[in-house]
């Protein structure tokens, strides 16, 4: 069966400081990988996706993230966080068969000023 | 942009009333999935569907049904509410494989 962790229920970092959300996988084939984000009463906005080739993705918003096969990890960054991106952050997995994306347990991320 | 539109931002409705739940999307996708959000579970599928009139349990099925009569348009229905169903109902819509899900603005459902 396929899992996404992440560890981190909670994140503060000071605005322009750098910032890494974890996130650990369980599949046993190479997954496709997401992150999205969701601000206050809104939906989830795709940040970025991976499918195969590069293992760096870039996406919106000035995100980035980095597919480890040997870590089964997918961990998004930023170079320097702004007040807006405070907000949830989701990973997620697409499984196999259907196109079911099955989700983390989300990481809330603070800016403090 | 593709758009999915739910019906209600917020509702309140009484323990045992049936409930139904509107998600419209306007890009032609063939499929389409309704999540709850919790606090500390991250989002869980109850239902989907990959084309119309077809459907797929979730992973938390119970207590609820779903209804594809168009393409564009997948319905959650509460047969009988209950309070642990109080939650945020999270619609998608995805067009493809190499596409991830595009999501509305949510519902949040309160149960009394």
């Known amino acids: 069966a396929q899992s996404v962790t992440q560890p981190d229920i909670h994140i503060t970092v000071s605005e322009g400081a750098s910032l890494e959300l974890r996130c650990n996988y369980s599949y046993g084939a190479t997954p496709y990988l997401f992150w999205y984000v969701q601000s206050p009463g809104q939906g989830l906005q795709l940040l970025l996706k991976y499918f195969s080739g590069d293992t760096l993705v870039q996406g919106i918003k000035g995100f980035e993230a980095e597919f480890k096969r040997s870590q089964s990890s997918f961990n998004l960054r930023k170079p320097s966080v702004h007040w807006s991106d405070a907000a949830e952050y989701f990973c997620a997995l697409r499984g196999t068969g259907f196109q079911k994306l099955v989700f983390g347990t989300g990481t809330r991320l603070l800016v403090s000023p | 942009d593709v758009k999915v539109t739910q019906s209600s931002r917020y509702l309140v409705k009484r323990t045992g009333e049936k409930v139904f739940l509107e998600c419209v999307q306007d890009?032609?996708?063939?499929?389409m999935f309704w999540y709850r959000q919790d606090p500390g579970l991250g989002l869980r599928l109850i239902y989907f569907s990959y084309d119309v009139k077809m459907k797929e349990k979730g992973d938390i099925p119970e207590g609820y049904s779903v209804s594809r009569e168009k393409k564009e348009r997948f319905s959650l229905i509460l047969e009988s509410a209950s309070t642990n169903q109080t939650s945020m109902y999270l619609c998608?819509?995805?067009?493809?494989?190499?596409?991830?899900?595009?999501f509305g603005s949510g519902t949040r459902l309160t149960v009394v």
């Open positions: 890009m032609d996708h063939e499929n």
């Open positions: 998608a819509s995805s067009g493809g494989s190499s596409y991830g899900y595009t």
